[in-house]
């Protein structure tokens, strides 16, 4: 079946832009996660979305970072006034909830700032 | 403590070898445990779960020791193929779902 789905694959921008990263998690699944990875290090984790609860952000790095999820579906993380060290691979990961459940993630958003 | 921590390596092993991993994690309350595995420059992807009596599958061993808050994997008869960072990941505790990922641990089969 479809899994992750990430858009753009890649996106360079000009520093002081906004970007928008989409995420479309396989079907049914009720947790939503984003994650970062700069180049050669771990991932840190930004948001999660489970169902209809509050979202946790406690991993977002400053205001300019904002995500939304409509429909308990797709999911749109936003930076806004992108600096040069948000460059990195922004990964989207969804999960049921139910039991012992792992992610799936979609394949990345690299995220270029110049 | 940080929540989620691992040995970086890098590991250097030859063809065949046996290889063992350790994480140790912060939160007692914490359910879930992973052992993912990321290729260079590739999403992570799911190596296996760990229960609380161990698993295994195949070469892979995954076992978790609550009492020292610890899990870990070994890979025995190491091949080329193994080469991969391999990443620990455990939730927040309780009914959190909130996946915490260590730094990961470099390994690297030689030929």
């Known amino acids: 079946g479809a899994g992750v789905s990430q858009s753009p694959s890649n996106k360079v921008t000009e520093k002081g832009k906004d970007v928008e990263l989409r995420c479309d998690p396989i079907s049914g699944h009720t947790a939503l996660y984003w994650y970062r990875q700069s180049l050669g290090q771990g991932l840190e984790f930004l948001i999660y979305?489970?169902?209809?609860?509050?979202?946790?952000k406690s991993g977002l790095p400053s205001d300019r970072f904002s995500a939304e999820r409509t429909g308990g579906s797709v999911s749109t993380l936003t930076i806004q006034r992108t600096q040069q060290e948000d460059s990195a691979v922004y990964l989207c990961?969804?999960?049921?909830?139910?039991?012992?459940?792992?992610?799936?993630f979609g394949n990345g958003t690299r995220l270029t700032v110049t | 403590r940080k929540e989620v921590e691992q040995d970086p390596g890098p590991f250097n092993v030859p063809e065949g070898a046996t290889v063992a991993f350790n994480c140790t994690y912060s939160?007692?309350?914490?359910?879930?445990f992973f052992w993912y595995r990321q290729d260079c420059r590739k999403e992570p992807k799911l190596l296996m779960s760990?229960?609380?009596s161990g698993n295994e599958d195949g070469r892979f061993t995954a076992q978790l020791n609550r009492a020292s808050q610890y899990i870990s994997l070994l890979i025995r008869d190491s091949k080329l193929s193994d080469s991969a960072t391999y990443l620990c990941v455990v939730n927040s505790g309780g009914s959190n779902y909130k996946l915490t990922f260590g730094k990961g641990t470099l390994l690297t089969v030689n030929p």
């Open positions: 760990v229960y609380s």
């Open positions: 979305f489970q169902g209809n609860s509050a979202p946790d």
């Open positions: 939160n007692s309350a914490s359910q879930s």
């Open positions: 990961a969804s999960s049921d909830r139910v039991g012992n459940s792992p992610l799936h």
